[in-house]
C-alpha cells in the first residue's frame, strides 16, 4: 500500500500537540526533527478534507509552520526500517533499550547502569528524546536530594505527568521510588506504558491513567513530580501539578526551552518555587524546583 509522506516545518514545541492531531487522520509514522517534522498516511486516506484539515491544524499554530514536501512513496516495511532506528542507548545510570535488541555482548559496558527495556509505539516518541534524557539524567541527584531534605530514605510516591512510553516513571521506581501515578491525555499511551511497565517487572507499582489533570489522585500527596510536557500545558497545570507536592516534595520540568525558563520560573504557581539545579542539551531545558 502506497503512503503520502508530508514534511512539515513546524516549531519542536507544537510537535508532539500536531502528532496527536495527525493521528486523529490515520497517520501512521512520525519522524521527529529539528523544526520539522515527517508524517506517513495511507494514500487512500489522504483526501482533500484531510488536507484542509491539516492547514487549519497548521494554519493555528501560526509560527510559520506549512507543509514544505508532498511526496508519494510505495509500499515498504515500515515496523523494520522504524525498529533499526531504535538502538540501546546509554544516558547517565541508564541504558534504554527495546525488546528486540539483543543484549550488550560486552556486559561490563552495563555494570553499574539500570536496564530501561521500552518499547515506544511506532506512532509517537521514543523516549530518547533530549528532554527525557535530561530529565534521566538529573534523576539521581534529585533522589539524592530528596533524601538530605527528608532525613534519608527513598521517596515513596512520584507522579509521572504526560508519562508517554511510562519511561520516567519506570527509571524512578527502578531507583527505589515506592509507586509511580502517571497519565496522558492519550489512549496509547496508558497501554504502552502498561507494556513496558510488565517488561521492566514494576508491575503493582505503576498505576497510569488516561485523562488530564483532572484524574490526578485527590486523597495522594507526592514526594516528587515530573512533568515532561510542552511550556503551553506546564502553564495550564501549573497549579495542579504543585498543589500535590508534599512538604520537602521536588518538583521536575522538562519539555521546554532555553527561552521558556526566565517566563515558567515567573508564572502561576512555580513563581512559589525556586531552581535549585537545571541542564541542558542543545536548546532544551529541564528544571528541579524546590518551594521558596
Known amino acids: 500500500m502506497a503512503h503520502i509522506m508530508l514534511e512539515i516545518e513546524i516549531p519542536d514545541e507544537y510537535q508532539e500537540w500536531l502528532i496527536a492531531e495527525l493521528d486523529e487522520l490515520e497517520f501512521e509514522g512520525f519522524d521527529q526533527r529539528r523544526n520539522a517534522l ?95 534524557r535530561i530529565l534521566l539524567r538529573l534523576m539521581p541527584e534529585v533522589f539524592r536530594m530528596w533524601a538530605e531534605r527528608n532525613g534519608g530514605g ?68 507526592y514526594d516528587i513530580v515530573m512533568a515532561n510536557i510542552n511550556r503551553n500545558i506546564l502553564e495550564d497545570m501549573s497549579v495542579m501539578l504543585t498543589k500535590p507536592l508534599k512538604p520537602g516534595g521536588i518538583l521536575m520540568l522538562s519539555g521546554l526551552l532555553y527561552s521558556d525558563e526566565e517566563i515558567i520560573l515567573k508564572h502561576g504557581a512555580y513563581a512559589q518555587f525556586k531552581k535549585v539545579e537545571g541542564e541542558q542539551e542543545g536548546d532544551w531545558i529541564g528544571l528541579i524546583l524546590i518551594r521558596d
Not at 508524517?39 to 491544524?57: C, F, G, K, Y
Not at 525498529?83 to 552495563?110: C, D, H, K, Y
Not at 507494556?195 to 489522585?217: A, H, T
Open 154 to 221: 527513598l521517596p515513596a510516591e512520584v507522579m509521572d505527568a504526560g508519562t508517554g512510553t511510562g519511561i520516567l516513571g519506570i527509571a524512578a521506581l527502578k531507583l527505589g521510588a515506592g509507586h509511580c501515578f502517571g497519565f496522558d491525555v492519550d489512549e496509547w499511551s496508558t497501554i504502552n506504558t502498561t507494556e513496558n511497565v510488565l517488561m521492566n517487572g514494576v508491575e503493582g507499582r505503576f498505576e497510569v491513567k488516561q485523562g488530564d489533570g483532572s484524574v490526578i489522585p485527590a486523597d495522594t500527596t
Open 38 to 132: 515527517i508524517a506517513w498516511i495511507p494514500q487512500a486516506s489522504m483526501n482533500d478534507v484531510t488536507r484542509e484539515t491539516i492547514e487549519q491544524l497548521l494554519l493555528g499554530i501560526g509560527h510559520g509552520a506549512c507543509i514544505m514536501k508532498e511526496e508519494r512513496v510505495e509500499d515498504r516495511n515500515w515496523n523494520e526500517e522504524w525498529e533499526q532506528t531504535i538502538q540501546p542507548m546509554e544516558v547517565g545510570r541508564f541504558l534504554i533499550r527495546p525488546s528486540w535488541a539483543a543484549p550488550n555482548p560486552e556486559p561490563e559496558t552495563e555494570a553499574g547502569r539500570i536496564v530501561l527495556e521500552i518499547d515506544p509505539k511506532m506512532s509517537f516518541g521514543t523516549g530518547y528524546h533530549e528532554t527525557t
